[in-house]
């Protein structure tokens, strides 16, 4: 996020600069194109300051045909369950500003409504809040596994060769660590 805002930075002025590139800015396409490419870096920017500096993508088979994927992030502040709130309903009310009330693209939880909470908009992916982590998954059932599974705390992926390998790879300092396990598929 702070990468991304420092280029957006330098971008705008190198634009103030720079003629040529602010004629190209203010034509064709970029005139429409140009400020929301800048809306949504800016977004982007202020979404990361709600999280930590790492995030976890995982996906897991458990006999189904397709994977089932979902994010994990650190929260590092208060405030985001209202922030994602807020950006997806905008977004949504970008989509269709003249067929009316729009669903936004993904559902925002608490701990207190994942309790309570049905899986009636199929197909909307979930996003849970927690004070520690905030987790999006595809559907609510995916949500509600990893959850419980987090918070057991039982170690079991830790203790298996392959979670003690991606372990190993991400305690040695890497930049990105990615691993399939091969033998569960």
Known sequence: GEAAHQALAIFQQERKE????????????????????????????????????????????????????LFLAEVQKPGLEGFLQQMLTEAAGKALPAAGKALPAARVLDLQA??????????????????????????????RRFNAHLDSKDGKFAATGFGQRLAQSYEGGATMVAGLDVRAI
Request: hydrophobic share 45%; net charge negative.
């Open 18 to 69: 720079n003629a040529e590139l602010r004629r190209w800015w203010e034509r064709g396409e970029m005139v429409t194109e140009g400020p929301k490419a800048e809306e949504a870096l800016e977004k982007f920017y202020q979404l990361s300051q709600y999280l930590g500096d790492e995030f976890v993508v995982a996906g897991a088979m458990d006999g189904k045909k397709d994977p089932e994927f």
């Open 114 to 143: 994942l309790a309570t909470a049905k899986d009636t908009h199929a197909g909307q992916p979930v996003i849970l809040v927690r004070p520690d982590f905030v987790i999006g998954a595809a559907d609510l059932g995916a949500l």
